[in-house]
């Protein structure tokens, strides 16, 4: 081959080198001209503040109930005991009692609901006209419906125990009939 040809042939290569350079480098650009908006969303997401909320109730395990219904016989009451408004029969006892409460629940709460009378006692829905139903506890505070009452749970029994006394009262404003005495009332317990 001719020197002539042969330089004429590294020309042609050397400026194909450089086209494909050029359009190496043009294709380059374009593609991070293509690539970095991507690549600054991708950025800013990572570097987003972001807000965890996170919600939650600490409360104490709850103790089994070993009295989960009590009832409570009243007995014959003569009217003739109940003739003055707020007289009364005699005390009946009852006990509520909680045990196996979780180390940690160290007080029960008792709250007492039911149907009452326009006095706050609770409502008689038997026969018998002019008597309510009257709760206490065993020092005499009156547990009429939507009150409570807490007991600390004994941390060497994991026992706690509401002693409480019924007894059906006169109303006033009513004259008591002969007839039946029937009173619902609710105890819900909760524990700190």
Same mark, same amino acid.
């Given at each position: 081959?001719?020197?002539?040809?042969?330089?004429?042939?590294?020309?042609?290569?050397?400026?194909?080198?450089?086209?494909?350079?050029?359009?190496?480098?043009?294709?380059?650009?374009?593609?991070?001209?293509?690539?970095?908006?991507?690549?600054?969303?991708?950025?800013?997401?990572?570097?987003?503040?972001? #807000? $965890?909320?996170?919600? !939650?109730?600490?409360?104490?395990?709850?103790?089994?109930? /070993? @009295?989960?219904? +009590?009832?409570?016989? *009243?007995?014959?009451?003569?009217?003739?005991?109940?003739?003055?408004?707020?007289?009364?029969?005699?005390?009946?006892?009852?006990?509520?009692?909680?045990?196996?409460?979780?180390?940690?629940?160290?007080?029960?709460?008792?709250?007492?609901?039911?149907?009452?009378?326009?006095?706050?006692?609770?409502?008689?829905?038997?026969?018998?006209?002019?008597?309510?139903?009257?709760?206490?506890?065993?020092?005499? #505070? $009156?547990?009429?419906? !939507?009150?409570?009452?807490?007991?600390?749970?004994?941390? /060497? @029994?994991?026992? +706690?125990?509401?002693? *409480?006394?019924?007894?059906?009262?006169?109303?006033?404003?009513?004259?008591?009939?002969?007839?039946?005495?029937?009173?619902?009332?609710?105890?819900?317990?909760?524990?700190?």
């Amino acid at each position: 081959m001719s020197q002539s040809k042969s330089i004429a042939i590294r020309e042609n290569q050397c400026r194909a080198r450089n086209v494909f350079k050029l359009i190496s480098m043009r294709f380059i650009r374009k593609l991070l001209e293509g690539l970095l908006p991507l690549m600054l969303l991708v950025g800013g997401a990572e570097a987003a503040d972001v #807000t $965890i909320t996170v919600n !939650g109730t600490v409360v104490a395990a709850p103790c089994n109930v /070993s @009295t989960g219904n +009590a009832t409570v016989i *009243l007995g014959d009451i003569f009217k003739s005991s109940l003739t003055t408004p707020g007289s009364a029969s005699t005390w009946v006892p009852v006990s509520l009692e909680i045990n196996s409460c979780p180390i940690g629940t160290s007080l029960v709460t008792a709250t007492f609901t039911g149907m009452v009378d326009t006095y706050g006692f609770y409502r008689n829905q038997g026969t018998a006209v002019g008597v309510s139903i009257e709760l206490q506890d065993s020092i005499g #505070t $009156i547990l009429n419906s !939507g009150m409570q009452k807490q007991i600390v749970v004994d941390s /060497s @029994t994991q026992r +706690a125990k509401f002693d *409480l006394k019924v007894r059906a009262r006169a109303m006033a404003g009513s004259s008591v009939t002969a007839g039946s005495i029937l009173s619902m009332i609710n105890v819900t317990y909760t524990y700190a």
